[in-house]
Nanobody, 125 residues
Framework: QVQLVESGGGLAQAGDSLRLSCAPS????????VGWFRQAPGKEREFVAG????????VYADSVKGRFSISRDYAKNTVDLQMNSLNPEDTAVYYC??????????????????WGQGTQVTVSS
């Protein structure tokens, strides 16, 4: 069992940047394929970005391509989501999730085994 802890959410204005971090307790961040998802009120949880355990596969949702970037910080033992050029449509609770697929980044929530509690991101216009 691994516990994931997200941090870095908060309030932002349109055009601002935020950086989210996902830290697995008791494990190294590169032991898992990690995905970021988000869920806005009244909407389904949707895939945002993911990085494979091998590091060889990185996937982004079309809605965030060119604005968001996922990476591993080996010094902090985290998987980070850098979010630039935020807009109000990015407002949601952001979750990190992990699975043990070594090379492929799953993009559906059912393929992930572990989830964090989520962190709120609110972007005002």
């Amino acid at each position: 069992q691994v516990q994931l802890v997200e941090s870095g959410g908060g309030l932002a204005q349109a055009g601002d940047s935020l950086r989210l971090s996902c830290a697995p307790s008791g494990r190294t961040a590169w032991s898992y394929t990690v995905g970021w998802f988000r869920q806005a009120p009244g909407k389904e949880r949707e895939f945002v970005a993911g990085i494979a355990r091998s590091g060889g596969d990185i996937v982004y949702a079309d809605s965030v391509k060119g604005r968001f970037s996922i990476s591993r910080d080996y010094a902090k033992n985290t998987v980070d989501l850098q979010m630039n050029s935020l807009n109000p449509e990015d407002t949601a609770v952001y979750y990190c999730a992990a699975n043990r697929s070594p090379f492929r980044v799953p993009t559906t929530k059912d393929e992930y085994d572990y989830w964090g509690q989520g962190t709120q991101v609110t972007v005002s216009s």
